[in-house]
């Protein structure tokens, strides 16, 4: 258990109304990550952070924004749904482990269906 | 340019033997592996590094050919418990703060 949440678990929204996925962790972990997964196309990264204020994009980033004003949340917000974005999101931190390999474990999901 | 896994699906009996694969066309500095049971998170399985070593997860273990930008998952004497997605996630020499998922391998294992 890395100590990751997710909130809200599931949510229904209407396309064009902004939704705002949250991810929380409690062991001071630099690296963040939002992931969606969607059939046929694995876990596609959107957004990470690598600190306070510091994100970067990744390979479907569009349509989406991040922010992280603490080091414990992440935040991913959808500013106009569209149904495109119905999908399971995963947010996920890497664990860096001194004098062994990184990996990153993973939050039990947001499943977000955009109606 | 997400790495390809080969097969898409593999079903199997208890008790049989399965290879799955991970190929990448960019130099790669580590595989990881994940398995997904349905509806759950992917659960970390193993890393491999370059120049590293084979790795061992119970029954499961898994290799990793620098030179062909390849690694393969080994399950042997597969249980029920196997059953899942398989993914593979790479990183590259060139960025290392980034996972890259395969679109994944469905692994059925039946009594």
């Known amino acids: 258990d890395a100590g990751i949440t997710q909130s809200p678990r599931h949510k229904v929204t209407e396309t064009g109304t902004p939704v705002t996925l949250r991810c929380h962790q409690t062991?001071?972990?630099?690296?963040m990550y939002w992931y969606r997964q969607d059939p046929g196309h694995g876990l596609r990264l959107i957004h990470y952070s690598y600190g306070v204020k510091d994100t970067d994009k990744g390979e479907v980033s569009d349509g989406y924004s991040v922010s992280r004003s603490k080091t414990e949340d992440f935040l991913l917000t959808l500013e106009s749904a569209t149904s495109s974005q119905t999908s399971v999101y995963f947010c996920?931190?890497?664990?860096?482990?001194?004098?062994?390999?990184?990996?990153?474990?993973f939050g039990p999901g947001t499943r977000l269906t955009v109606l | 340019q997400q790495p390809v896994q080969s097969p898409q699906a593999v079903i199997l009996r208890e008790g049989e033997d399965a290879v799955i694969n991970c190929s990448s066309s960019?130099?790669?500095?580590?595989v990881h592996w994940y398995r997904q049971k349905h509806g759950e998170a992917p659960v970390f399985l193993m890393i491999l590094l370059k120049g590293g070593e084979q790795m061992r997860h119970e029954k499961i273990s898994a290799s990793f050919n620098e030179k062909k930008q390849q690694s393969s998952l080994y399950l042997t004497a597969s249980q029920l418990s196997y059953s899942g997605t398989y993914f593979c996630g790479t990183e590259s020499d060139y960025n290392t703060d980034k996972l890259i998922f395969g679109t994944g391998t469905r692994l059925q294992v039946f009594p």
């Open positions: 996920a931190i890497r664990d860096v482990d001194l004098g062994k390999s990184d990996t990153q474990y």
């Open positions: 960019k130099a790669l500095y580590s």
């Open positions: 062991e001071n972990h630099r690296y």
